[in-house]
DNA sequence: GTGAAAGCGCTAACAA
DNA sequence: TTGTTAGCGCTTTCAC
């Protein structure tokens, strides 16, 4: 059997409760018997039970990350590596551990969280994703349970702790960049689902049409799964009622990917078609050409997310906030002015 | 306060302990009991408190994940999600949850896993990686706690539970597919570090030479960090003694990056030279050109060290056993017979 | 088939 | 400044 606060106490002769005391640092201790029971603890090579401590303070001092796995296919890039990263720069700092949910539908993802809330495994929650109408929040809120989320909810945002780039905004500012080009046949490529921040971006690539006074065609938006069909679908889209001379694709693999095609099929980028995209993974400045990316600044977001949270642990009283993570477009070579 | 295991009981007319016995479906509790039990937790909304379970059977019901963070900066690929995909399976199926521990340093690691240890918040523990002479395991070792790596264990590795490819095969494999399309002056492009995996595609890279009577050449073992200084270094690698006309590139990453910079210097891939490489992630097919590459099957090398791992929780007595994940070379456009 | 009681290892009043 | 005591919520002998 492993040593415990008993056996501690019996070797530097004081009570369970002191050396209880001595591994809170509480100051009433004197110091004389601090050192005593250290040189106990030291020697009989203790350390604290941790699930014992849980049970007697009601806090496990660790967070839960919901990671929707059906999601990740789609998220292969640095996305999650990344945001659990910068969740992990402030859990350390403030001695707190990580537990990690992954499941695939959306029925597993809640009875998992419910799993976690209940059976008290976490003391928060950071969630990964936003859908549109999404059970977890929805329950989260009801039971008042701490959580932040990574991305926007769509409902209520007001009332939950969330950290996001401004989606609509940068999507705006993409398409702008490339109608600055010259460009008015503009597709935009998404994922299929009902992940708020894709709503967000075509949102934003909407007001930027409108703005500039470019008719919305609906034929223009097109899913990932569309295009994953094949060559043949690529070359349908591209060839359909006036093929787009520009992309605004909501992910680098994406583009990447359709990059590849575009070669196969002797179609240039960006002197046949411009490609801007999202995430700014390291590899965009490597692929050929180089693409013209948005850096969302993945860790920041893990990172400020986590913080949120923490202080919201900490201090049930804190308000819903929203942050807003900069993002920026980075401009390489895969966007052209338009002949 | 929450709902416990005595509102239960009181709800139902019976005591605690019974109320215990249905949770754990007990065969010697009546059916009828069950059914008001089960019908009364219903009523209250109660969930077990796992904090409190894992006190009283001193079990967590968790693993451990320990992940190097500093590894994978340069790991930056799908490896890390794909292992945890893997992982997550196994630990699901068998109702067992993740505890994440993502250190940088070596001695952060070794801190974070005696905290999980000693504080028994994790049942078991997979190590993501394996490095030479790796303190973590002498000490799991020691402690007799159950831990299965994924990788080859360096010394010992009779005594430890793990999973990995042929790494030596599987380069040598590589290398003599190499030799075989009429190179002879084949460089070997690895990360810095002390990884084992690195360490074993270098000696099948070396065995692959001597087998064939090709002297071995230390010039030709170059280190990503080098290369990364810059075209210059690049260059004057290139130029070195006896420009490599094949590269035996240790990730994918690297040889993505790698192609980029020959493009701008005018060397065609793989006319000029061929490069073949590991990991096979998604992006490899859409490399121009595509890229040769060994599948290493990631999202197995999760599932089977988490499987063989559950097993040695479960039943202390399972003997030492590695589990060796066939690799493939995956044969694309990224080598060309030597002219 | 069910209950009473002790205990898992720790913390936190309350005393002293 | 320190010890005593009573839990935290659950499991598990040992009785009945």
Redesign the pocket.
């Known amino acids: ?9 019996k070797e530097a ?9 001595v ?2 640092d ?5 110091e ?3 050192i005593r029971v250290r040189e106990a603890m030291e020697k009989l090579g ?4 941790f ?3 849980s ?4 806090s496990t001092a660790t967070i839960g990350i919901v990671m929707p796995f059906s999601a990740s296919h789609v998220l292969q890039d640095p996305f999650f590596p990344e945001v659990i990263r910068g969740i992990s720069v402030q859990a350390r700092e403030h001695k707190y551990g990580m537990y990690l949910s992954t499941a695939g539908t959306e029925e597993e993802i809640f009875e998992e969280v419910v799993g976690m809330v209940q059976g ?1 495994r976490v003391d928060g929650l950071i969630l990964l994703y936003s859908r549109t109408d999404d059970r977890v929040i929805k329950y989260l809120q009801k039971i008042d349970f701490p959580f932040a989320v990574i991305g926007r909810p769509v409902l209520g945002a007001e009332r939950v702790i969330h950290v996001d780039n401004d989606n609509i905004y940068i999507t705006k500012v993409v398409t702008e960049y490339l109608i600055g080009l010259g460009h008015t046949n503009i597709a935009f490529i998404g994922f299929d689902g009902d992940f708020v921040f894709m709503l967000d971006r075509l949102e934003g690539y909407k007001q930027a049409l409108s703005e500039s006074g470019i008719p919305f065609n609906e034929d223009y938006i097109v899913h990932k799964s569309t295009l994953s069909k094949g060559k043949e679908a690529i070359k349908s889209f591209l060839r359909s009622v006036e093929s787009p001379t520009a992309l605004v694709c909501t992910d680098d693999f994406i583009a990447i990917e359709l990059m590849s095609h575009f070669e196969e099929m002797n179609i240039r980028v960006p002197e046949d078609v411009s490609i801007a995209s999202f995430n700014n993974v390291l590899l965009a400045q490597y692929s050929k050409p180089a693409l013209t990316s948005v850096d969302i600044d993945i860790f920041q977001l893990g990172m400020q997310g986590a913080s949120c949270l923490l202080e919201k642990i900490k201090d049930p009283n804190v308000l819903p906030k929203r942050i807003t993570i900069p993002a920026k477009l980075i401009e390489r070579k895969s966007c052209a002015q338009i002949k």
């Open positions: 059997m492993a040593i415990t606060i008993k056996d501690v106490a002769n004081v009570s369970p409760s002191t050396v209880s005391r591994i809170a509480n100051p009433r201790i004197s004389e018997t601090k203790y350390h604290p039970n699930t014992a401590r049970l007697a303070v009601k008290r």
